[in-house]
């Protein structure tokens, strides 16, 4: 494994983003985390939690379709556990979209009920969306509030100027522009993010994103990847036994794969950066099946 993957990559967009932040959030009562269900620690912002101090939070887990289901349960209790209520959402879909909505809801009714002591009747819960790029924020966006129009892209300030969505009668969004990055602490998240599609592939190498991704995949979830490209389990044993290096026999069953595929260069040679890219690529879609990369502790 090479050691070139410490990336030391914190936008200096960030300070302003967060000094924006800082700024709206005097204005709303409540913080929507989006996280890649997936990943949902290396898909924090490290610092969402100093930023937000002692605002009430509320962790969307978008993405979930793509997720391990039983992984699913235990981020969930993770979250609940420490006392964030958290969400499993699926923005394609719509699914879990209204759980979001009913849990806001519940978690500012005593402040509801406060204000109306007071006689302040009427106003609407404010929500802020927080994430970095590429959980799917426009998708969620769109589908909470019910709309089509927003630009959807995984480009950095897409969004742009600040905007109240209105969600229903009672909660509002605010929009917020300027992106979160995450922060490349160990070689895991930095991993973690090239395979989900946030780094872009021109930052880490490809075949060494794809090697550790198949090292991932034939122990973790080696039955999905099995059935995607046609391999028992026996044959995979036969090779990873084989007297070699272990990284040489991952590599040969990452090749397997693009022969199998067709990714054959002259000298009849397999092509293993389209080879990377295709499993990569069919990763990141779904196909091959549900796979949570992270798991709670």
């Given amino acids: 494994m090479s050691n ?17 932040i800082a700024e709206d959030l005097k204005i709303v009562d409540i913080v929507i985390e989006l996280l890649d269900a997936r990943i949902p620690i290396s898909s924090q912002n490290p610092d969402i939690a100093e930023i937000i101090k002692g605002k009430k939070k509320i962790v969307v887990l978008n993405k979930c379709d793509l997720a391990d289901e039983k992984e699913n349960v235990k981020w969930v209790s993770y979250f609940e556990n420490k006392g964030i209520p958290a969400v499993l959402v699926d923005s394609n879909s719509g699914r879990g979209i209204d759980n979001v909505i009913k849990k806001i809801e519940k978690m500012m009714e005593e402040e509801k009920a406060k204000q109306s002591e007071k006689g302040r009747v009427g106003r609407k819960i404010r929500a802020m969306i927080l994430g970095i790029p590429n959980v799917g924020k426009s998708s969620f966006i769109n589908r909470i509030s019910k ?151």
């Avoid at 070139?4 to 924006?20: C, D, E, L, S």
């Avoid at 909660?171 to 995450?182: A, I, R």
């Avoid at 550790?212 to 389990?233: D, I, M, P, S």
């Fill in 4 to 20: 070139n993957m410490n990336i030391n990559w914190y936008p200096g967009h960030m300070a302003k983003t967060r000094k924006q």
């Fill in 147 to 297: 709309r089509t129009t927003a630009e959807v892209g995984n480009k950095p300030g897409v969004t742009k100027k600040k905007q109240w969505i209105r969600i229903n009668e009672k909660v509002e969004l605010l929009d917020t522009p300027g992106v979160l990055w995450p922060k490349f602490e160990s070689e895991e998240v930095a991993l973690n993010l090239a395979f989900t599609g946030t780094i872009k592939e021109d930052v880490l190498e490809i075949t060494e994103v794809a090697y550790q991704l198949v090292k991932f995949l034939l122990k973790n979830a080696r039955e999905n990847f099995c059935n995607r490209y046609g391999f028992t389990n026996e044959y995979i044993e036969e090779i990873l036994n084989r007297d070699n290096p272990e990284n040489f026999n991952i590599y040969d069953i990452m090749l397997e794969v693009g022969r199998k595929r067709g990714c054959i260069i002259s000298g009849g040679n397999i092509d293993e950066e389209k080879t990377a890219k295709i499993i990569l690529d069919e990763f990141k879609n779904g196909k091959l099946g549900r796979v949570t990369l992270e798991f709670p502790n």
